[in-house]
């Protein structure tokens, strides 16, 4: 299994950027689908953006398509998640889940969790 950590989170106004990391353990981090989720208050967990191992192929949620974009840096392990043009509605709790095996972007077929990291967009 992966250890995942991630950072980053923050206040930021609406039309504002921030960068997430997610930081791994595994020295296999390249062979992991590594995905972001996010988790408003009263809500489900939701998909925002996936990167698949082996195509390196990314997906995103239609809410935030031409917004995000997500990105590994093989080297250091770590996933990252550009956030551009945010809205109050992107405030969240913003997880970092990686996956062996074949693509999905439902939050249940993901065994490997950060601890979250708190964005909030303010107007």
């Known amino acids: 299994q992966v250890q995942l950590v991630e950072s980053g989170g923050g206040l930021v106004q609406a039309g504002g950027s921030l960068r997430l990391s997610c930081a791994a353990s595994?020295?296999?981090?390249?062979?992991?689908?590594m995905a972001w989720f996010r988790q408003a208050p009263g809500k489900e967990r939701e998909f925002v953006a996936a990167?698949?191992?082996?195509?390196?192929?990314?997906y995103y949620a239609d809410s935030v398509k031409g917004r995000f974009t997500i990105s590994r840096d093989i080297a250091k392990n770590t996933v990252y998640l550009q956030m551009n043009s945010l809205k109050l509605e992107d405030t969240a709790v913003y997880y970092c889940?990686?996956?062996?095996?074949?693509?999905?972007?439902?939050?249940?077929?993901?065994?490997?969790w950060g601890q979250g990291t708190q964005v909030t967009v303010s107007s």
């Open positions: 990167s698949t191992w082996s195509t390196r192929n990314t």
């Open positions: 595994a020295r296999t981090f390249s062979t992991y689908n």
């Open positions: 889940a990686a996956r062996s095996g074949v693509y999905s972007n439902h939050p249940g077929h993901y065994s490997n």
